[in-house]
């Protein structure tokens, strides 16, 4: 989905680049993300698509370039209530069950009014798993236990890095279903898949990374 020219920018990258060790990942970059718009992160591996989600997650420190949220410069701590980042490492406590783990969430972040939070779990497909401690549920299933959040926490920005691994057929439609809700309501995403995607079934916006 591509947002409407008449959107402000939501975020916008300006020469954005980053380094280890004094070579470069990727940049300079630039792009800018609307509210409403859902853009698919492409590069090959080690371009930077995983480094530059964790930047906007607060994971990282900008290096070179500028960030701008809102039209205002980009103030880490400030803008991390309205950032969800699920990333290959899926934040789940072991012990605690997806719905402890959801609580965890929210406690931190804040939560929607709806759906409540044993409807998000059943909504994401895990009726009759939610007191399951999760190290004992399946990859499938624990990804659905990352992926609740989308359905529960208000952030605007989601960062999600390979969203679609360890889903099935069905669990990529959810998640297409879930980015075409949150797309519906003026929130935006940046994706990364090694995978073909058409979600919101269309072609989506494209942000090559490149070093």
Excluded: C
């Excluded at 783990?101 to 939560?111: D, Q």
């Excluded at 004992?136 to 390979?162: F, H, N």
């Excluded at 879930?178 to 072609?203: I, M, N, P, W, Y």
């Amino acid at each position: 989905m591509t947002a409407s020219p008449a959107r402000p920018a939501l975020l916008e990258a300006r020469a954005l680049a980053f380094y280890r060790q004094d070579e470069p990942v990727f940049g300079p970059l630039d792009f800018q993300l609307a509210e409403g718009e859902i853009a698919l992160v492409e590069g090959d591996n080690g371009s930077g698509k995983t480094t530059l989600l964790r930047i906007l997650a607060g994971l990282l420190h900008v290096e070179e370039g500028e960030l701008r949220w809102r039209g205002e410069a980009w103030q880490r701590d400030a803008q991390l209530g309205d950032v969800l980042f699920l990333g290959h490492h899926l934040g789940l406590k072991g012990d605690l069950s997806a719905r402890e783990n959801l609580a965890v969430a929210a406690g931190l972040y804040g939560r929607r009014d709806e759906p409540g939070p044993a409807d998000a779990l059943r909504r994401i497909g895990l009726a009759g798993y939610e007191d399951e401690p999760v190290r004992r549920l399946s990859a499938g299933q624990k990804k659905r236990a990352a992926l609740v959040r989308l359905l529960l926490l208000p952030a605007t920005l989601w960062l999600l890095d390979e969203p679609y691994a360890n889903l099935d057929r069905t669990g990529i439609e959810l998640v297409n279903g879930l980015l075409a809700q949150h797309a519906a309501r003026g929130g935006a995403a940046l994706v990364t898949s090694h995978g073909a995607v058409s979600f919101l079934g269309g072609e989506p916006r494209r942000i090559r990374m490149h070093a």
